[in-house]
């Protein structure tokens, strides 16, 4: 899980790697993504997102598909 | 009962070391934090491990992360306040100011380039810009090898 400049730069490691290009994530969603998982992360009664909790964070952030499916077993 | 009231104290205690001074604590530093004895830490971090609340080196107590920090340095370093911690990735790097609800500036660098990435996030998010996320294993598989994700 990287930073990159831009989208060049993610095809450049990609292509390097020989390594399929995933779904790229902006800024303002990644925020979203810390804190659905680390908001409440001092609290004394948190824990991660259920599987199901997951696919709503990344369904509400327009990031949907096998590769943002917890429970796929598309790349299995 | 009792065992699940003993792991909510000894994950606030790694939290709260971690929150506090940007590092992992000692075994024995959760121990004194938890009003338990370093046996019964220890049988915390594995259940807390099975959890997937912590990550721990391969002697069984160290911690490698407890998400969003990490226990050993990497390319991720997060500023809140003029204490520096360490993320285990880039969305942990942003998870950081999260946790805490405190300002912060990431510090990083583009993983093709290496370009360096100065990002202040705010209460609200951080800074528009242009830079991006990407992850290369899926979300089924993130856990099949958590530090390589």
Request: charged share 25%; with cysteine.
């Amino acid at each position: 899980m990287l930073f990159f400049r831009s989208e060049e730069r993610v095809r450049e490691w990609c292509s390097a790697r020989a390594s399929p290009v995933r779904p790229l994530v902006s800024m303002a969603q990644l925020w979203a993504l810390a804190k659905a998982w680390y908001g409440s992360r001092l609290q004394p009664d948190s824990r991660r997102p259920r599987p199901e909790e997951m696919s709503e964070i990344f369904s509400d952030l327009g990031l949907e598909g096998d590769f943002w499916d917890p429970t796929s077993d598309a790349f299995r | 009962m009792k065992s699940r009231d003993l792991d909510v104290r000894v994950k606030l205690a790694v939290y709260g070391h971690f929150a506090v001074t940007g590092r992992r604590p000692s075994t024995e530093d959760v121990a004194a934090a938890a009003g338990e004895n370093v046996e019964g830490v220890l049988a915390s971090y594995g259940r807390l491990r099975a959890a997937r609340v912590l990550v721990l080196e391969e002697d069984g107590s160290s911690i490698r992360m407890a998400p969003p920090f990490s226990g050993i340095p990497t390319r991720h370093v997060v500023e809140v306040d003029g204490r520096r911690y360490f993320a285990n990735c880039a969305w942990d790097a942003l998870g950081v100011p999260a946790a805490l609800h405190e300002p912060a500036t990431v510090h990083s660098r583009c993983g093709q380039s290496d370009e360096a990435l100065q990002l202040r996030v705010g209460l609200e998010g951080p800074e528009r810009s242009a830079w991006l996320f990407h992850c290369l294993v899926p979300a089924a598989r993130w856990w099949d090898d958590i530090v390589f994700t």
